[in-house]
């Protein structure tokens, strides 16, 4: 696979994201607003679970259909149906099952108000599980621009819809069924789009099964280790209007693995590609180029949140919110290193070594249980954001562990000090204009141009093509 497709498949699929950027802040700002605290926290709660069980049918079949097809587009078709004869009874009994438990989960979490949510939320899974796997069958076929249109779709819908339905004054229920409706919606339209034609070839199930399953473990347990925070602030945090204060701070944080979604949805079937034909340098240069964007792109947010937490959450939500700043700060690096632990599991994956990247997903559940338990009670809201965040830290250390002893790839030195002093610039600047009480969208644009300037000046600017050939990049021979 050329890495002009990749860097093609990365732009059309990062626009989706910033469609999604745009829709969630939007959805998250009204909701938030309209709602209040308490109301809002419900909402964040469901929609978190729900994120947590859609787990299972999002990132196993799926990303085994898009392995197959990418390995072979001819039999494109029979993987497709193989994989939707598997995907649809196994998401219709994980709704089934999500509404059947809805009761119990909310006495769980000690308020029988979550009940009628969870039993509104619980098509969530199916209607995802569906459209997810025409979305990365798309994907295995490189079908990138088709991809952005439908994801942008979809988080068009449900911000409109969501929107819609709380501003007629049906509450946290009436986002919920936004939501639901936007995944219904979405599902049919990217079926219609599909239409496939018919296969005389039937491809194995057993193979898409056996590929899925510990993909599935890893996601059911990331999905735990990424959005159980929420339970745990719900049912040790005795303050009803906890829950929509570390929802909005979460709502925000959220926002920089997703960013990177595009980039590990192209990346993945690139990495296969190059791990097929054995090329270890095209490998090692998708390792040292991912760290390096997610280095320049993580670092600034991070600098800028940690200096204007309180700005931030006062512009999205207002002051009714402000008690989150901490956790804010805590949640974006925790979500910047998340999204480092999902770029270097997708080239673990790509290379072949799925039940390794299950595992190091697995080994994490146990310490964020554990530190849960001990730092929210203590800390607060604060405590379970520093959870979330040592344990993606502990993730993050694993894998890239991992890469560097089987690719010998890793962040390059020299880029990275250039990096890091770009930031150490931002945040010199940053402090400056908040002293002088500069407004924050004043000073979020003055520290971001000072940021790109520092890159274009040093160079790294042009290096962060994470995609450019191999012989037109003056770093990759070096890092090499």
């Not at 990062?14 to 809002?40: C, D, I, K």
């Not at 809805?102 to 039993?119: C, S, Y």
Request: glycine share 8%; proline share 4%.
């Amino acid at each position: 696979m050329s890495s002009s497709k990749v860097r093609e498949g990365t732009a059309w699929l990062l626009g989706a994201q910033v469609v999604f950027f745009a829709s969630g802040y939007a959805l998250n700002s009204f909701l938030g607003r309209r709602l209040g605290p308490e109301e809002f926290g419900l909402y964040g709660v469901v929609l978190f679970a729900a994120n947590m069980i859609r787990t299972f049918v999002s990132s196993g079949v799926p990303i085994a259909v898009t392995k197959y097809i990418s390995a072979d587009p001819n039999q494109s078709e029979a993987v497709y149906r193989s994989g939707f004869r598997i995907q649809l009874p196994m998401a219709a009994v994980v709704s089934l099952l999500f509404f059947l438990l809805a009761e119990p989960l909310a006495d769980l979490l000690g308020d029988p108000n979550l009940a009628p949510l969870f039993r509104t939320a619980a098509p969530l899974p199916l209607f995802f599980g569906l459209f997810f796997l025409i979305f990365q069958y798309f994907n295995g076929l490189k079908r990138y621009r088709r991809q952005s249109v439908l994801l942008s779709g979809s988080y068009l819908l449900r911000a409109a819809l969501g929107i819609l339905l709380v501003a007629l004054g049906f509450g946290a229920r009436g986002a919920v069924q936004g939501i639901v409706l936007a995944a219904l919606i979405a599902w049919i339209w990217a079926a219609f789009v599909r239409r496939g034609a018919t296969s005389p070839v039937v491809f194995p199930s057993k193979t898409l099964i056996q590929f899925s399953l510990p993909l599935i473990l890893a996601a059911v347990v990331q999905g735990f280790i990424t959005d159980l925070d929420v339970m745990f602030v719900k049912r040790l945090l005795p303050e009803h209007d906890s829950a929509g204060l570390y929802t909005s701070a979460k709502s925000l944080a959220q926002m920089t693995p997703i960013a990177f979604y595009a980039l590990s949805s192209a990346l993945y079937p690139a990495v296969s590609s190059a791990f097929a034909k054995g090329d270890r340098k095209l490998l090692t240069h998708y390792v040292q180029q991912a760290n390096r964007l997610l280095l320049a792109t993580v670092l600034p947010l991070i600098v800028v949140t940690a200096c204007n937490a309180e700005a931030v959450i006062k512009l999205v939500y207002g002051n009714a919110y402000l008690e989150a700043d901490g956790s804010l700060v805590w949640l974006t690096l925790s979500y910047g290193l998340l999204a480092a632990f999902i770029i270097h599991k997708t080239i673990i994956t790509g290379c072949g070594h799925p039940r390794t990247a299950g595992l190091m997903t697995l080994l994490l559940l146990p310490l964020f249980v554990i530190l849960q338990l001990v730092l929210t009670p203590r800390l607060d809201l604060i405590g379970a954001a520093l959870a979330s965040t040592i344990t993606f830290a502990a993730g993050v250390v694993m894998s890239a562990a991992f890469l560097r002893m089987r690719l010998k790839a890793g962040l390059h030195f020299t880029s990275t000090l250039r990096i890091l002093a770009a930031g150490g610039v931002v945040l010199l600047a940053d402090l400056l204009l908040s002293y002088f009480s500069v407004p924050f969208l004043i000073t979020l644009c003055v520290s971001a141009a000072i940021y790109l300037g520092m890159l274009k000046v040093t160079g790294e600017l042009r290096g962060l093509n994470l995609m450019k050939d191999d012989n037109t990049s003056p770093d990759v021979k070096h890092e090499a």
